[in-house]
């Protein structure tokens, strides 16, 4: 994100534009909030339905008013709803860091009248009182905030232990995929569906790394114009 565009954005508009860019932008920023957390229980759903199918003999199953009586197709689609839904959940959380930060400098700037390029280092991952209390709750964004921040040695290293489980959960959807991938390969391969669920779930998930990686170097790019 450049945020040397966003501070000349606010420095050349009135603050009539900036309020309503700023109510747009928080409209948008409860809206990706709710798409993270429908997300998410989409892929805890089928997580479950994953392992029911692997350690129990259904035969079938209702969906409210939908009888699935083909567990085998549901056990072929499900690596390449997981791999959706996993790139769909990385594309949403990127968006909502940039407009997180675009609102809470749109609010520096609207209610303290004060905005220094400074500030955008010390917003990124940090809210003051204001900011706090006005932002859209978000359980992400206030979990961080056990992580970040100045705080005494005891306590950083303590926090820094409890972290560490919570960073190995990136790398567990990736596994899951793996698992989900290879029972596709021994048990669903014999069709063209499975076939085409195997190798369309290779790809989005390589589009995926590719996205993050590109997003990553675009940060860091921007990062560098902007010292």
Same mark, same amino acid.
């Given at each position: 994100?450049?945020?040397?565009?966003?501070?000349?954005?606010?420095?050349?508009?009135?603050?009539?534009?900036?309020?309503?860019?700023?109510?747009?932008?928080?409209n948008k920023l409860?809206?990706?909030?709710?798409?993270?957390?429908?997300?998410?229980?989409?892929?805890?759903?089928?997580?479950?339905?994953?392992?029911?199918?692997?350690?129990?003999?259904?035969?079938?199953?209702?969906?409210?008013?939908?009888?699935?009586?083909?567990?085998?197709?549901?056990?072929?689609?499900?690596?390449?709803?997981?791999?959706y839904l996993?790139?769909?959940?990385?594309?949403?959380?990127?968006?909502?860091?940039?407009v997180?930060?675009?609102?809470k400098?749109?609010? +520096? =700037?609207? @209610? /303290?009248?004060?905005v220094?390029?400074?500030? $955008?280092?010390?917003?990124?991952?940090?809210? &003051?009182? #204001?900011?706090?209390?006005?932002l859209?709750?978000?359980f992400?964004?206030d979990?961080s905030?056990l992580?970040?921040?100045?705080?005494?040695?005891?306590?950083?290293?303590?926090?820094?232990?409890?972290?560490?489980?919570? +960073? =190995?959960? @990136? /790398?567990l959807?990736?596994?899951?995929?793996? $698992?989900?991938l290879r029972?596709?390969?021994? &048990?669903? #391969?014999?069709?063209?569906?499975?076939?085409?669920?195997?190798?369309?779930?290779?790809?989005?998930?390589?589009v995926?790394?590719?996205y993050?990686?590109?997003?990553?170097?675009?940060n860091?790019?921007?990062?560098?114009?902007?010292?």
């Open positions: 994100m450049n945020y040397q565009r966003l501070l000349n954005f606010i420095v050349e508009n009135q603050n009539a534009n900036l309020m309503d860019f700023y109510d747009k932008s928080y409860q809206e990706l909030n709710k798409r993270i957390d429908r997300t998410t229980v989409s892929l805890l759903v089928i997580v479950l339905v994953y392992f029911l199918l692997a350690t129990s003999s259904v035969e079938s199953f209702s969906i409210g008013p939908f009888n699935i009586k083909d567990i085998n197709l549901v056990a072929q689609l499900l690596p390449i709803l997981f791999a996993l790139f769909d959940l990385l594309t949403s959380s990127i968006h909502k860091t940039e997180l930060i675009t609102v400098m749109l609010f +520096l =700037s609207i @209610y /303290l009248q004060e220094e390029p400074s500030d $955008f280092e010390e917003i990124k991952n940090k809210h &003051n009182f #204001f900011t706090r209390v006005l859209p709750f978000s992400t964004t979990l905030r992580f970040v921040g100045k705080t005494q040695v005891g306590l950083g290293c303590f926090g820094l232990l409890l972290s560490l489980p919570l +960073l =190995s959960l @990136y /790398l959807p990736f596994v899951l995929e793996f $698992f989900m029972d596709l390969y021994f &048990n669903g #391969f014999d069709n063209i569906i499975g076939k085409i669920s195997f190798y369309m779930t290779i790809y989005i998930n390589l995926l790394i590719f993050y990686i590109k997003v990553t170097l675009t860091l790019k921007d990062l560098k114009e902007q010292e």
